[in-house]
Structures are given as C-alpha cells and as structure tokens.
C-alpha cells in the first residue's frame, strides 16, 4: 500500500494572467506525482471571492507517473475554462494518494517569472 502522499490538496493562490508577452504563454500547472499502483483520479474544484466555484474539472494520473495539469488549457464538463485575470484558489481530489505541487509562469511583462510552491495537503 502506498503510504506516500495525499487525496485532499488545496492551493489558495491561483491567478491567470490576461496575458502574455513574447514567445512564453502565461499560465498555471498542477503539478501531480502518482508514485502507487493504481491511477488517481483527480476532481479539481475552483474557488472564487465572488461567486460560486467551478466544480467539474477532471484529469487523471497515470500509476508511477506524472501530470502536469495546465490551468490555462484544462476545461470543466460543460467545456468552460477557468476565467483570465480573477484570483481563485484550487482544490483537488484524488481517489489515491497523490503528491502536488503548484507552479506559475506569469509573462505579462518582459521580465518574465516562475514560481512554485507545494500545495497543503489535508487528508
């Protein structure tokens, strides 16, 4: 049984920049590494300051593999997109532990940057 990892992450910073300069897209990624047996499946929710979220992302984790989950590009059930330039937070479900790690390419400005931070695992 794989003891590593989690099926509840949360990752309270999200943002998707309304766009890009040069050659690099702006965007968002969920990292996701699956080191057990079996495939994850994963439900990501989207969080809002103002309205209700999005609740019907889906992706999968292969076994011993990894995912990473593009924010700009994944769409939910009824083909929408997570909304450009509004802040939200993310939380994601897994019906096998799993590890998670966030990362962002903002290139709105010519001064290009990365960041990346693990998410807060909860269960």
């Known amino acids: 049984m794989n003891k590593l990892g989690q099926k509840r992450w949360i990752i309270p910073d999200g943002f ?15 990292c996701v ?12 929710s989207i969080y809002f300051e103002d309205c209700g979220p999005m609740e019907d992302f889906i992706a999968i984790c292969g076994a011993k ?20 330039g509004v802040p939200y937070a993310i939380k994601i479900d897994s019906d096998e532990p ?6 962002r390419m903002d290139t709105s400005q010519a001064e290009m940057t990365l960041m990346t931070t693990m998410a807060y695992p909860l269960s």
């Open 65 to 84: 593999r990894t995912n990473h989950i593009r924010l700009d590009q994944i769409q939910d059930q009824l083909g929408q997109k997570i909304p450009k």
């Open 98 to 103: 799993i590890i998670v790690q966030h990362s």
């Open 16 to 30: 998707l920049p309304e766009r890009s300069n040069g050659d690099f897209v702006s965007h968002e990624a969920i």
């Open 33 to 44: 590494l699956n080191i057990g047996e079996k495939d994850a499946n994963l439900k990501i």
